[in-house]
């Protein structure tokens, strides 16, 4: 069983930013790919980012350009970091792992984006 912790949601304003992490139990060169899915009240789960092992990156079309996903190896760590945020980017934010064929997830973290 892998375990995420993920930190760094929040409260901000339209056009602020804000940097998600979320941290594995083990190291991530055990995992396929890691990422964030995201979801918003009465709204199904998105997936937002994902980086693989060999460090490939996709980005939702809705989200390019604003956000990055980045990961430091040596923290077992993996980050969303969100620029110019909207308020249509409020959702609870969750962090997933791929290990072989079984897929993780933490708990989520909300990010908030109003005046």
């Known amino acids: 069983q892998v375990q995420l912790v993920e930190s760094g949601g929040g409260l901000v304003q339209p056009g602020g930013s804000l940097r998600l992490s979320c941290t594995a139990s083990e190291s991530i060169f055990n995992f396929n790919a890691m990422g964030w899915y995201r979801q918003a009240p009465g709204k199904q789960r998105e997936l937002v980012a994902t980086?693989?092992?060999?460090?490939?990156?996709n980005l939702a079309d809705s989200v390019k350009g604003r956000f990055t996903i980045s990961r430091d190896n040596a923290k077992n760590t993996v980050y969303l970091q969100m620029n110019s945020l909207q308020p249509e980017d409020t959702a609870v934010y969750y962090c997933y792992v791929v290990r072989t064929v079984h897929l993780f997830w933490g708990q989520g973290t909300q990010v908030t984006v109003s005046s």
């Open positions: 980086i693989t092992s060999g460090g490939s990156k």
